[in-house]
C-alpha cells in the first residue's frame, strides 16, 4: 500500500510540475500581450486617464484577463480537492502506520518473551546434562564398588569349597568323641556357610575363639548384604538415567520449538519493518506531492492576483470613461434584511492563501436570493455564464467619485443588468449563486475608491 501511494504521489508531482509550467508560460504570454495592447494605446502602462479605447476594447481585455483568472482558479479549485483526496491517502497511510508500530511493539515483546523462555529452557537442558552426568558417575562408583565386593566374594567362595571338606570331618569327629558342645555350636549355624565357616573355626581355634569367628561371619554376611543393596541401587540409577534422559530428550524438543517460534516471530519482525518502511516512504513522497500541489496553488493565486490588478486597472479606465460625479446617501444592504451572515471578512485569508478584497455573505438558504444596487450608478460590467473568472457571473456599478460596488458569484444568467445600464439603489441586479471560485452560494460583495479596495464592513448599510 506504502508503495502504491508512493508511486501514486510520484505521478501526482510530475503531472502538477509540467502543468505548472505550462499554466505560467500561458500567464505570461496573456499578461505580456496585454501590456502591449495597454503601451499601444498609452504608451505608459498604468497611465488610465489619457485614453482613446472605448468601452468594447476595454471590456474585450477585461474578458482576457476574467478568463485567465478563471482558468487558474479553476485550476486551484481542482488543486484543493486533489490535495484533499492526497491528505486523506496520508492521514489512510499514518493510521495504517500507527497499526504497524503497534504491531511491532507487541512483535517485540513476544519476542523479548520467547528469547526469556529460550534462555530458562537452555538452562533447564544444562541442569538435565549435569544431573545425567552425576547420576552416570555414581552409577560409575555403584559398578566398581560391586566389582570390587564380587571379587571378594570370589575369593570366599574358593574358601568355602576347601571348608566343606573340613566340615564333613568335624563332623564325622565330634560324633564320634561325643562332643556336643561343639554340635551345638555348628548346630546354631544361620546357612550352610555360616555351619562350614563356624565348623572350620571349632576345629581351629576351639570355644575360646567362638566370639571372634561370629563376627567374622557376621561381617561375610554384611558384605553379601551390601552387595544386593548396591545392585539395587545401580537398578534405580540406570532407571533414573533413563528418566533424565527421557526429560532431556523431551526438553530439547520443546527448545527446538521455541526456536522455531522465534525464527516466525524474526520473520514477522521483518516483514512488518518492510511495511513500515514502505508507509513511511509513501507518507513522505504524498506530502511532497502536497507541497507541489501547495506551491502551485500559491502560484496560481499569484497570478490571479495579477489578472484581478489588471481587471482592476480596467475597470478604473471604465470609470474614466463614465466620469460622473458621486451624489450618493448612503448604501443599502445588498440583500433581503435575513441575510446578514458574514462568512469571509475583509483582509488575507489563510485558507485562499491570498487577500480577500471584500466580504462574504452566506446565510443558509441563501441560494437564489435577490441582489440589490447598494447605490444608484451606472453598470460598467456585467458579466454572465462563466464569465468574470473567480468571480463567475457578476455586476460592478460605478457610483461616481470613483466609488464602485462589485456583486460576484451570481447564479447562471441570472444577471439582470446590462453594461451602460443606469441603475437606482435597490433595483435587482441578479441572484445569489455559487459561480467562479466558489465552494458554496454566497454573495461576494466588494467596494472601491478609485480602483483600491476598501472595507465594506467601514460603511453603513440601511436594510432597505
Known amino acids: 500500500m506504502g508503495f502504491l501511494c508512493a508511486e501514486r504521489g510520484m505521478v501526482i508531482y510530475m503531472k502538477e510540475y509540467l502543468r505548472l509550467i505550462a499554466k505560467k508560460a500561458a500567464a505570461f504570454f496573456i499578461t505580456v500581450c496585454f501590456v502591449l495592447s495597454l503601451s499601444g494605446n498609452y504608451g505608459n502602462f498604468g497611465n488610465y486617464k489619457i485614453s482613446a479605447r472605448t468601452a468594447e476594447e476595454i471590456n474585450a481585455d477585461m474578458k482576457a484577463a476574467e478568463n485567465n483568472a478563471s482558468a487558474l482558479a479553476a485550476e486551484n479549485k481542482r488543486l484543493e480537492a486533489e490535495i484533499g483526496n492526497v491528505k486523506g491517502d496520508v492521514n489512510q497511510q499514518i493510521y495504517f502506520k500507527s497499526l504497524v508500530e503497534q504491531n511491532i511493539k507487541v512483535i517485540q515483546d513476544l519476542i523479548d518473551a520467547q528469547r526469556t523462555m529460550i534462555e530458562l529452557q537452555i538452562n533447564a537442558i544444562e541442569a538435565k546434562k549435569a544431573d545425567i552426568e552425576a547420576l552416570e558417575d555414581e552409577i560409575s562408583d555403584t559398578e566398581r564398588e560391586i566389582e570390587f565386593r564380587l571379587v571378594k566374594i570370589k575369593i570366599l567362595e574358593?574358601?568355602?569349597?576347601?571348608?566343606?571338606?573340613?566340615?564333613?570331618?568335624?563332623?564325622?569327629?565330634?560324633?564320634?568323641?561325643?562332643?556336643?558342645?561343639?554340635?551345638?555350636?555348628?548346630?546354631?549355624?544361620?546357612?550352610?556357610?555360616?555351619?562350614?565357616?563356624?565348623?572350620?573355626?571349632?576345629?581351629?581355634?576351639?570355644?575360646?575363639?567362638?566370639?571372634?569367628?561370629?563376627?567374622?561371619?557376621?561381617?561375610?554376611?554384611?558384605?553379601?548384604?551390601?552387595?544386593?543393596?548396591?545392585?539395587?541401587?545401580?537398578?534405580?540409577?540406570?532407571?533414573d538415567r533413563?528418566?533424565?534422559?527421557?526429560?532431556?530428550?523431551?526438553?530439547?524438543?520443546?527448545?527446538?520449538?521455541?526456536?522455531?517460534?522465534?525464527?516466525?516471530?524474526?520473520?514477522?519482525?521483518?516483514?512488518?519493518?518492510?511495511?513500515?518502511?514502505?508507509?513511511?516512504?509513501?507518507?513522505?513522497?504524498?506530502?511532497?506531492?502536497?507541497?507541489?500541489?501547495?506551491?502551485?496553488?500559491?502560484?496560481?493565486?499569484?497570478?490571479?492576483?495579477?489578472?484581478?490588478?489588471?481587471?482592476?486597472?480596467?475597470?478604473?479606465?471604465?470609470?474614466?470613461?463614465?466620469?460622473?460625479?458621486?451624489?450618493?446617501?448612503?448604501?443599502?444592504?445588498?440583500?433581503?434584511?435575513?441575510?446578514?451572515?458574514?462568512?469571509?471578512?475583509?483582509?488575507?485569508?489563510?485558507?485562499?492563501?491570498?487577500?480577500?478584497?471584500?466580504?462574504?455573505?452566506?446565510?443558509?438558504?441563501?441560494?437564489?436570493?435577490?441582489?440589490?444596487?447598494?447605490?444608484?450608478?451606472t453598470v460598467i460590467v456585467a458579466r454572465t455564464g462563466d464569465y468574470g473568472g473567480g468571480y463567475g457571473s457578476y455586476v460592478v456599478v460605478d457610483h461616481g467619485g470613483g466609488v464602485t460596488t462589485l456583486y460576484a458569484h451570481m447564479q447562471h444568467y441570472s444577471v439582470k443588468v446590462s453594461v451602460g445600464q443606469d441603475v437606482t439603489k435597490g433595483d435587482t441586479l441578479g441572484s445569489v449563486g455559487n459561480t467562479g471560485y466558489s465552494f458554496g452560494a454566497h454573495l461576494h460583495f466588494e467596494v472601491r475608491v478609485n480602483g483600491v479596495a476598501q472595507n465594506p464592513a467601514n460603511y453603513s448599510y440601511t436594510d432597505y
Open 158 to 239: 574358593r574358601e568355602n569349597e576347601l571348608n566343606k571338606a573340613k566340615f564333613a570331618e568335624l563332623v564325622r569327629d565330634n560324633y564320634m568323641t561325643g562332643n556336643y558342645v561343639s554340635m551345638e555350636l555348628l548346630m546354631s549355624s544361620k546357612n550352610f556357610f555360616d555351619l562350614v565357616m563356624r565348623a572350620d573355626m571349632l576345629k581351629k581355634a576351639g570355644d575360646k575363639n567362638v566370639e571372634f569367628m561370629e563376627r567374622l561371619l557376621d561381617a561375610i554376611q554384611e558384605q553379601e548384604e551390601i552387595i544386593d543393596s548396591l545392585e539395587v541401587l545401580q537398578a534405580k540409577l540406570d532407571a
Open 242 to 377: 533413563l528418566f533424565c534422559e527421557g526429560e532431556k530428550a523431551e526438553l530439547e524438543l520443546q527448545l527446538a520449538k521455541l526456536q522455531a517460534d522465534m525464527e516466525e516471530l524474526d520473520n514477522e519482525m521483518t516483514e512488518q519493518q518492510n511495511k513500515l518502511w514502505g508507509y513511511a516512504v509513501g507518507i513522505q513522497e504524498l506530502q511532497s506531492a502536497i507541497n507541489d500541489m501547495y506551491r502551485q496553488f500559491n502560484a496560481n493565486n499569484e497570478e490571479i492576483e495579477e489578472q484581478n490588478r489588471i481587471t482592476e486597472a480596467l475597470i478604473k479606465e471604465l470609470q474614466n470613461l463614465n466620469r460622473a460625479d458621486y451624489s450618493g446617501d448612503g448604501f443599502r444592504w445588498p440583500l433581503d434584511p435575513q441575510f446578514h451572515l458574514v462568512t469571509c471578512s475583509f483582509g488575507w485569508d489563510a485558507g485562499l492563501g491570498r487577500n480577500h478584497y471584500g466580504m462574504d455573505v452566506g446565510n443558509a438558504g441563501i441560494n437564489g436570493a435577490n441582489i440589490y444596487a447598494v447605490q444608484s450608478g
